[in-house]
């Protein structure tokens, strides 16, 4: 396949959201958590649900690698090399599921290549897509990963169901990404040009001397802090349908309405930032007060699936638009390792938000109440929400640059 033809057709862009599949990887795993805690009856729980926890830790090493390793050996060969990775950690405990030793160290390696994997998505959006485009594609990438995840969560329950090992079968899925990118030429993964890529020009000196703007490193924070209270729904909200008398398959069920929103929220993010212009910080911050406020204050398990679609559509919307913005105000050589460093900021949160919250629930003498948490967050989005409200009309005019002109700083 030529550069050419590459370049020609719709199937860069395809490529690109075969490999936002790789985002709906974390949380699908947890229907096999049970399974597998039964399964090493002798061990602490605790200890078992490393399995399911540890990747996230060393996904943050990946997170900042990715940014390196492209730019020193090339954007393909991080991206197989990552894959490699992937499935060794991934297939391996299958093999070894004896050993809960061995397979925790197999799951520390499948973290490094999903977080190497992560980046990328984001990164390639900047460099090969029409900057007019970026909005919709990240928003479909998205919703892509959505559904990836709820494909696997469901193949993860099923073979749970036969036996513990099976699960880890589950990622053979990932084989469709990897095969496009074999497929790929290297050519394919770097820019044609920079009013392609929307890339500014490189000023005398090189692009070495370019560094992160205060707007870059605004957002990149920004997704670190957005996450950390978001968070805290897919912490609680099982233990708040508990409360209320709820099944597992009711939890299951308010989870997945909340999937399904995100993911509509995907595909319609572009049409949807076109719409709302400056208010777009606005929107997602009001629908995460009101979607914490319904869940925080809900008495019966149909309230909270109005409050899980809220917050699955705020919080996809977003995330997609933290991933624009840090385009929109990254020089373009800094790209990667910008939504590297966010990306690696975003698992710190998620590893985070339990002990955060934890502690904000015993301050306020609230341990045990798993609908206060909702609360807390409440009042973080509505902070969030006057914040954009005020400053909205600048942020959308340095967003605004790339979607019209490209990337500018």
Not at 22 to 50: C, N, R, W
Not at 110 to 125: E, N
Not at 371 to 399: E, H
Request: charged letters at 10%; one cysteine or more.
């Amino acid at each position: 396949m030529s550069k050419t033809a590459v370049r020609g057709t719709g199937y860069i862009t395809v490529m690109i959201l075969t490999l936002y599949m790789i985002q709906g990887t974390m949380g699908a795993f947890s229907p096999a958590v049970a399974s597998l805690v039964e399964a090493y009856p002798d061990k602490p729980e605790s200890t078992v649900m490393l399995i399911s926890t540890l990747p996230a830790l060393t996904a943050i090493i990946g997170n900042i690698a990715f940014g390196i390793l492209a730019k020193k050996i090339g954007t393909k060969t991080t991206i197989v090399m990552s894959f490699i990775v992937f499935f060794a950690g991934a297939f391996l405990p299958f093999f070894t599921f004896d050993s809960l030793a061995l397979v925790l160290v197999e799951r520390a390696v499948f973290g490094l290549g999903y977080g190497t994997i992560y980046p990328s998505c984001a990164t390639l959006v900047v460099k090969l897509i029409k900057p007019e485009k970026h909005g919709s594609v990240m928003g479909i990438g998205s919703a892509t990963g959505t559904i990836a995840g709820v494909i696997l969560s469901m193949l993860i329950g099923a073979l749970a169901g036969v036996s513990a090992r099976y699960v880890f079968l589950s990622y053979i899925v990932f084989v469709i990404p990897f095969v496009f990118v074999l497929i790929t030429p290297a050519s394919g993964f770097e820019a044609k040009s920079a009013e392609q890529s929307g890339a500014a020009t490189v000023q005398p000196g090189g692009a070495s001397k370019e560094k992160f703007g205060k707007k870059s490193l605004f957002w990149q924070g920004f997704a670190l802090v957005e996450l950390l209270f978001a968070y805290v729904f897919y912490l609680y909200i099982s233990l708040a349908v508990t409360d209320m008398g709820g099944s597992p398959s009711q939890s299951s069920l308010v989870t997945s309405i909340n999937m399904i929103a995100g993911c509509v929220a995907g595909i319609f993010f572009g049409k949807i930032m076109g719409d709302f212009k400056r208010w777009m910080g606005t929107a997602c911050g009001a629908l995460m007060v009101a979607g914490f406020v319904i869940c925080g204050v809900a008495g019966s398990i149909p309230v909270l699936y109005i409050g899980a679609a809220l917050l699955g559509l705020g919080n996809t919307l977003f995330c997609t638009y933290e991933f624009v913005a840090i385009a929109a105000t990254t020089p373009v050589s800094k790209v990667a390792s910008a939504n590297s460093i966010a990306t690696a900021l975003m698992n710190v949160a998620t590893l985070g938000a339990t002990f955060v919250f934890s502690f904000i629930a015993k301050l306020f003498g609230q341990a045990g109440n798993n609908q206060f948490v909702f609360l807390i967050s409440a009042v973080f989005f509505a902070a969030v929400t006057v914040f954009f409200f005020i400053s909205g009309d600048k942020m959308a005019k340095k967003i605004k640059c790339i979607i019209s002109h490209g990337n500018v700083t």
